[in-house]
């Protein structure tokens, strides 16, 4: 159960003066973790916040087997023209105001759009994938980790992982917009030895779809640093192997310049504790570089604890260009390159 936010959205940001891409979201959880009483705002409605704000492309990621198949029904409904639970003219108003519906968001500056067509909105191109902490419920692995909890099946995990992988596999067949695998990868935060061992199976079974498909990897990384790798080298990184929210240090970020392996940031790169992640950022080549917002999760500072949404990435990306003392113009023109050359266009 996502943990419910107790304010609204971020303020909105000062537009970027290049589009950026949003590496990694999840429009279909946003809702889930919204104060009482404040409605869900449409896809369509985060997608022309997101357009504002200067970000014009987002992947999309479906990481569970209810979430893949809503993602594939985004991409389907925005190829045709259409949206998935769309009003045709939402008011939005990000930080401040109102979106989707009159619904107060909490205090702050406000951005106001109205959504009137599938030109008004950033556009999806997706993920899609068994999480790790989903396979070891699909995989009937019922261990408590270190984060001490008890994660229960649903309905869903009736399916046995290799079917769960299987339909993954029919889903990126199936579109064209589908762009990466992922996420995929180990959390040994949430599992214990059992759990380790089918997680590492199914990381495998994703690495050789996305290596079958020529589709771009997206890696969750989570206290399994040494394990990713080592997987990652003995069984042969895809051309385009992105670490999803990366939380390595100096060091690691240097092996994974090495191999070309794409590091993708997050709000956590903003947390003033978070000082390995700014020497990270520090030392790798910039067309190595992505940014994202794991919405709605890992807001950034100084708007940690709020639901996260892909307009929230330009208050990322703008402070890294501050840690790197670099224009903000040019990092924006090289993470939009970037992501261009991981996905292909949008």
Not at 38 to 56: M, N, R, S
Not at 224 to 241: F, K, M, N, S
Not at 278 to 289: D, K, M
């Amino acid at each position: 159960m996502a943990r419910k936010r107790e304010r609204g959205f971020p303020d909105a940001p000062e537009p970027l003066p290049v589009a950026v891409a949003d590496n990694h979201t999840h429009l279909e959880s946003i809702a889930h973790v919204l104060p009482d009483g404040v409605a869900p705002p449409t896809p369509e409605a985060h997608l022309a916040a997101a357009l504002a704000a200067g970000v014009d492309r987002v992947v999309q990621v479906g990481c569970d087997l209810e979430s893949a198949r809503w993602t594939a029904a985004l991409l389907a409904d925005q190829d045709a023209g259409c949206g998935v639970g769309a009003d045709s003219a939402t008011s939005v108003l990000v930080g401040g105001g109102t979106m989707a519906g009159g619904t107060p968001t909490g205090a702050g500056r406000g951005l106001d759009v109205v959504v009137g067509s599938p030109g008004a909105l950033a556009r999806v191109v997706g993920a899609v994938a068994i999480h790790p902490n989903e396979a070891t419920l699909h995989a009937g692995v019922d261990e408590v980790g270190p984060d001490g909890m008890t994660w229960l099946p649903e309905e869903r995990h009736a399916v046995s992982l290799d079917d769960a992988i299987a339909e993954i596999a029919a889903i990126a067949k199936g579109s064209d917009r589908v762009r990466a695998i992922g996420e995929t990868g180990m959390d040994l935060f949430r599992t214990g030895p059992r759990g380790e061992a089918v997680q590492r199976d199914s990381f495998r079974a994703h690495i050789a779809l996305a290596k079958e498909l020529d589709l771009a990897l997206q890696i969750h990384d989570r206290d399994a640093h040494a394990q990713v790798i080592e997987v990652l080298l003995a069984d042969g990184a895809p051309e385009r192997t992105v670490f999803h929210c990366f939380s390595g240090d100096e060091e690691m970020a240097r092996l994974c310049a090495d191999h070309g392996w794409y590091l993708s940031f997050a709000g956590p790169v903003t947390y003033p504790a978070n000082h390995h992640l700014r020497a990270a950022l520090g030392i790798i080549p910039r067309e190595l570089v992505l940014v994202e917002t794991d919405a709605p999760y890992l807001t950034p500072h100084p708007y940690r604890g709020r639901p996260n949404a892909p307009f929230a990435v330009a208050h990322t990306v703008r402070a890294m260009a501050g840690y790197l003392e670099i224009d903000l113009a040019e990092l924006c023109e090289t993470i939009s390159a970037t992501s261009d050359r991981v996905y292909g266009p949008w």
